[in-house]
């Protein structure tokens, strides 16, 4: 999987490099919109993080409850950074 991420990227910037003559970025709609994509992913990683801290009894409490409120909290900072950036 590394080995395809790499290749991608490389392809991508040779070609971008080489082959494109003028690149005009015109709104950054795209990038936002990759952004907020991206909190679903990193909510994912916190609530992940909130069942390990549960499971290794460094946190008492409802591992249920907990992993959805990191997910769920993580989101909204996440979508409120990009939103006031």
């Known amino acids: 999987m590394a080995f395809g991420h790499l290749l991608v990227y490389a392809w991508d910037h040779y070609r971008v490099l080489r082959h494109v003559r003028k690149f005009n970025f015109t709104s950054f709609r795209t990038a936002r919109a990759a952004h907020y994509l991206l909190a679903i992913p ?3 990683l916190a609530a992940c993080a909130a ?3 549960c499971e290794v009894c460094l946190v008492e409490g409802s591992w249920t409850l907990r992993s959805v409120l990191a ?6 900072l996440h979508w409120l950074l990009v939103t006031a950036l």
């Open 42 to 44: 990193c909510g994912s």
């Open 71 to 76: 997910f769920l909290g993580h989101c909204s």
């Open 51 to 53: 069942l390990l801290l």
